[in-house]
Nanobody, 124 residues
Framework: QVQLVESGGGSVQAGGSLRLSCAAS????????MGWFRQAPGKEREGVAA???????NYADSVKGRFTISQDNAKNTVYLQMNSLKPEDTAMYYC??????????????????WGQGTQVTVSS
């Protein structure tokens, strides 16, 4: 079992920055992927960014150049640095993990462990 705990959400004005953290406990395996997803009210959950055990990354087009996913293996923590935030980035952000992954996917069904989420609100 893997437990994921997100932190770092909050309210910020457009153009501002936030850094989300996802602390993982349990055995994530040696070929894991971890991802960040978000869900705005009335919308489906969408993949934002993902990283694998080799630190290869994948981003949704909507956040490329603004968001950066990274990890600190010593702390078992994955980060999402979000810059140049826009009101449309407002959503609940979730951390997800899968112990064995072939591709650094951005779709929900590829992940089987989920955190509780952290709210990000961007005002104009």
């Amino acid at each position: 079992q893997v437990q994921l705990v997100e932190s770092g959400g909050g309210s910020v004005q457009a153009g501002g920055s936030l850094r989300l953290s996802c602390a993982a406990s349990g055995d994530t395996g040696s070929s894991y992927c971890m991802g960040w997803f978000r869900q705005a009210p009335g919308k489906e959950r969408e993949g934002v960014a993902a990283i694998n055990s080799d630190s290869s990354t994948n981003y949704a087009d909507s956040v490329k150049g603004r968001f950066t996913i990274s990890q600190d293996n010593a702390k078992n923590t994955v980060y999402l640095q979000m810059n140049s935030l826009k009101p449309e980035d407002t959503a609940m952000y979730y951390c997800a993990a899968v112990s064995v992954c072939i591709w650094i996917g951005l779709t929900e069904y590829e992940y089987n462990y989920w955190g509780q989420g952290t709210q990000v609100t961007v005002s104009s």
